[in-house]
C-alpha cells in the first residue's frame, strides 16, 4: 500500500492564482483531513470528511474549499491565493476508530509571492 | 475552545538522559491522546496512544495520562541524538469527525 499520497511537493504561487492539492489513500479510510502547519506551530485543521460526498470546515476554513467524489481522494482547493497561506499542508487519513490515530501524508510545501 | 498546551521549548537533554515532555488540555471529555514525532521538513509519525489513566510503556518511551488533571506526558528514556525532533501532543475528543486537536509542539535536541 502507499498509503496517504500528496502532490505537489512544494509549488511556488503568485498572490491571486489558484491552485488544487491533491491528496489520495489506499487503505479504503472513510475518514480524510486537511490539516495546515505553520513554522514552530502546531496542526490547524483546514476541512475535513467523513466518507464520499460528505465534507465539513475546520478550524481555519476560510480560502479554502474541499470535495469528496470518492472514497480514495479528498482535493484542496485555494481559489484567490494570499501571503498568509504560506504553509505546509498535510493530508490524513482513518477508518474513523476512537482509539485510532491519523495517517499522514508527507505533506504540500505551498510558498506564496 | 478546546485547547492543547505543551511545555514551551526548546529542550536540550544530554545523550543517555530521560527527557519529560508535558501536555495540558481544557476538554474533559478528550477520549484519546497521541504523541506525535515530527523530523524537520517530514510528516507527523505516531510513537505513543493512550486512552486510559495511568502509565503505558513501549521501548524508550513511557506515556502518562492523568484524566483527573487533563495532563499528559512523554518521557524518553535513555535518550539519543536520533530522538532529535519536534514532539507534537494531539487529544481526541467527543465529536463525530474524530478530529485531533494538537498542541504547538516541543522541539527536543539530544546532545551527543
Known amino acids: 500500500n502507499a498509503g496517504v499520497t500528496q502532490t505537489p511537493k512544494f509549488r511556488i504561487l503568485k498572490i491571486g492564482q489558484s491552485m488544487t492539492l491533491q491528496c489520495a489513500q489506499d487503505?479504503?479510510?472513510?475518514?480524510m483531513y486537511w490539516y495546515r502547519q505553520d513554522p514552530g506551530m502546531g496542526l490547524k485543521l483546514i476541512y475535513y470528511?467523513?466518507?464520499?460526498?460528505?465534507?465539513d470546515k475546520g478550524e481555519v476554513p476560510n480560502g479554502y474549499n474541499v470535495s469528496r467524489s470518492t472514497t480514495e481522494d479528498f482535493p484542496l482547493r485555494l481559489e484567490l491565493a494570499a501571503p498568509s497561506q504560506t504553509s505546509v499542508y498535510f493530508c490524513?487519513?482513518?477508518?474513523?476508530?476512537?482509539?485510532?490515530?491519523?495517517?499522514f501524508g508527507p505533506g504540500t510545501r505551498l510558498l506564496v509571492l | 475552545q478546546k485547547e492543547v498546551e505543551q511545555n514551551s521549548g526548546p529542550l536540550s537533554v544530554p545523550e543517555g538522559a530521560i527527557a519529560s515532555l508535558n501536555c495540558t488540555y481544557s476538554?474533559?471529555?478528550?477520549?484519546?491522546f497521541f504523541w506525535y514525532r515530527q523530523y524537520s521538513g517530514k510528516s507527523p509519525e505516531l510513537i505513543m496512544s493512550i486512552y486510559s489513566n495511568g502509565d503505558k510503556e513501549d521501548g524508550r518511551f513511557t506515556a502518562q495520562l492523568n484524566k483527573a488533571s487533563q495532563y499528559v506526558s512523554l518521557l524518553i528514556r535513555d535518550s539519543q541524538p536520533s530522538d532529535s525532533a519536534t514532539y507534537l501532543c494531539a487529544v481526541r475528543g467527543r465529536g463525530s469527525a474524530r478530529q485531533l486537536t494538537f498542541g504547538s509542539g516541543t522541539q527536543l535536541t539530544v546532545l551527543p
Open positions: 470528511s467523513v466518507g464520499a460526498g460528505i465534507t
Open positions: 487503505m479504503n479510510h472513510n475518514y
Open positions: 476538554d474533559r471529555g478528550s477520549q484519546s
Open positions: 490524513a487519513s482513518s477508518y474513523g476508530l476512537i482509539q485510532e490515530t491519523q495517517y
